[in-house]
């Protein structure tokens, strides 16, 4: 008999969870903030993490990667590193493959919106594109304004003369 089960067997603890060692990019939201993190380790109900600053202990945190989001609660932090705990089955084959098909345990569909190119002559391109769509529209909402404004002064000039001709007329 090992320690280690020797040891569960005598306080009647469970056995813990098969560990996946990995080294994953992820972010982490934290309170109202997102974090970029380092996912160390995972198996079928946890996570351990390394980030800048380790949440506080018993805290909630949502952690995305690619479609993959997890909700976990804080069961250790200690310096820059924490230990989380799932509820939900965590996919680790997906998580460390970062499979865009496979959905995530809550069954949202979501997208990684950071996934998405934004090369710097694209982004040019788009605002030149929305400024000259906001020139057009500004130009022809003043072109109609013009063109009211002058139907009404030269509707007010033949008023006047017509108003004369029609008493006269009368």
Same mark, same amino acid.
């Given at each position: 008999?090992?320690?280690? #089960? %020797?040891?569960?067997? #005598?306080?009647?603890?469970?056995?813990?969870?098969?560990?996946?060692?990995?080294?994953?990019?992820?972010?982490? /939201?934290?309170?109202?903030s %997102?974090?970029?993190?380092?996912? /160390?380790?995972?198996?079928?109900?946890? /996570?351990?993490?390394?980030?800048?600053? $380790?949440?506080?202990?018993?805290?909630?945190? +949502?952690?995305?990667?690619?479609?993959?989001?997890?909700?976990a609660?804080?069961?250790?932090?200690?310096?820059?590193? $924490?230990?989380?705990?799932?509820?939900?089955?965590?996919?680790?084959?997906?998580?460390?493959?970062g499979? +865009?098909?496979?959905?995530?345990p809550?069954?949202?569909?979501l997208?990684?919106?950071?996934?998405?190119?934004?090369?710097? #002559?694209?982004?040019?391109?788009?605002?030149?594109?929305?400024?000259?769509?906001? +020139?057009?529209?500004?130009?022809?909402?003043?072109?109609?304004?013009?063109?009211?404004?002058?139907?009404?002064?030269?509707? +007010?000039?033949?008023?006047?003369? /017509?108003?004369?001709?029609?008493?006269?007329?009368?």
């Amino acid at each position: 008999m090992t320690v280690r #089960a %020797w040891a569960c067997s #005598a306080f009647a603890m469970k056995p813990r969870e098969d560990r996946q060692k990995v080294m994953i990019k992820a972010r982490m /939201l934290d309170g109202a903030s %997102w974090h970029d993190i380092c996912i /160390l380790n995972c198996s079928l109900h946890g /996570l351990g993490i390394q980030s800048a600053k $380790a949440p506080e202990r018993g805290t909630y945190v +949502e952690i995305r990667r690619g479609r993959q989001t997890i909700i976990a609660r804080v069961a250790w932090s200690k310096g820059h590193r $924490a230990g989380l705990r799932s509820q939900d089955p965590i996919f680790v084959s997906a998580l460390v493959s970062g499979n +865009e098909n496979t959905p995530s345990p809550s069954g949202a569909s979501l997208t990684e919106r950071r996934a998405q190119p934004r090369a710097p #002559a694209t982004m040019h391109s788009n605002s030149r594109l929305a400024g000259r769509t906001m +020139e057009f529209a500004f130009l022809a909402v003043l072109a109609v304004s013009i063109a009211l404004a002058g139907a009404n002064a030269i509707g +007010e000039a033949l008023a006047r003369p /017509l108003s004369a001709v029609n008493q006269a007329l009368v």
